[in-house]
């Protein structure tokens, strides 16, 4: 009866202790539709032509732009620790052309190139193929790494979309583009022992030092973030976990030590018998 009871209470511990995480993990309908139909009402129409002119995209919006084939188109969205961001991208084709090849290039807050870890990052339209789409799932986001790694880390991601291979015919042709980036919450299986002391934002060190003195100047170039902030994912299913093999161990202990108490007091026999 006594291992019923400690169990019965350490389960109902646990699940209170469960109940809040599942339910800030889980967003009602109504919350989700409501955000998305608001992001798509203000998703951005054009594309930057370089890095630092890059237009700004929140995670969950279609951003579209009208270009010509040749031109370099730019993008940048926020990607915090915790998350494996996913870019897909359509080009519309005009009616008449020859074989072209499409690529969308990632690249991280310090500007370096960030590996896909699968998708069409590359694609050959055909002669007169309509539409050419592309996709790049990047490796989960990292609250810290080594400084040698090429590791990628919370900040500001870049996007560019150009073609690669086309006739000099087809050269400045009017092209249609869609961008549509999102992520994936990988939890705490991506945790690490460790954070940055700010996001891979251009300007963000310069705009510290200058609240520190007092200045109302900002220099960041960047100034889309996550919608809970940077680095708000320090809770996750980790500590769950953590504190579920924690009370697990606690019981076997204290069924352990309840069958070998008991089991000792039945060997004993009273004086005399």
């Known amino acids: 009866m006594r291992i019923t009871r400690v169990l019965s209470a350490s389960l109902l511990m646990l699940g209170l202790a469960v109940s809040p995480a599942v339910a800030d993990s889980t967003p009602s309908p109504s919350s989700s539709s409501s955000s998305s139909s608001s992001a798509d009402s203000g998703a951005p129409t054009q594309a930057g032509t370089s890095f ?10 279609t951003a579209t732009a009208n270009g010509s084939a040749g031109d370099y188109l730019y993008w940048s969205f926020p ?21 072209e090849t499409w ?14 870890q699968y998708g069409a990052q590359t694609r050959t339209a ?3 193929t309509a539409s050419v789409e592309l996709a790049c799932v990047l490796r989960t986001v990292r609250a810290w ?20 291979d086309l006739t000099t015919a087809d050269l400045g042709l009017p092209v249609e583009t869609e961008l549509r980036v999102g992520s994936k919450d990988i939890g705490g299986s991506a945790a690490v022992d460790g954070s940055l002391a700010e996001p891979l934002v251009p300007g963000i060190a310069v705009k510290s030092a200058a609240e520190e003195d007092g200045s109302s100047a900002s220099a960041v170039l960047s100034s889309i973030e996550p919608d ?28 352990g030590y309840s069958l070998t108490r008991g089991a000792g007091r039945a060997t004993r026999l009273p004086p005399g018998a």
């Open 52 to 61: 630092r002119t890059a237009t700004e995209v929140e995670q969950g919006q």
């Open 79 to 99: 990607a915090d620790a915790g998350q494996r961001p996913t870019v897909q991208a359509t080009v519309k084709l005009p009616e008449a052309h020859a074989a």
């Open 103 to 116: 690529q969308i290039d990632v690249y991280d807050g310090l500007r370096r190139r960030q590996a896909c």
């Open 126 to 128: 055909a002669a007169g």
């Open 145 to 164: 790494s080594e400084p040698w790694a090429n590791d990628p880390l919370p900040g500001t991601y870049y996007v560019r979309l150009t073609v690669v």
């Open 228 to 255: 809970d902030g940077w680095s708000s994912g320090w809770w996750s299913d980790r500590w769950v976990w953590t504190g579920l093999g924690g009370v697990l161990a606690a019981l076997a202990g204290v069924g």
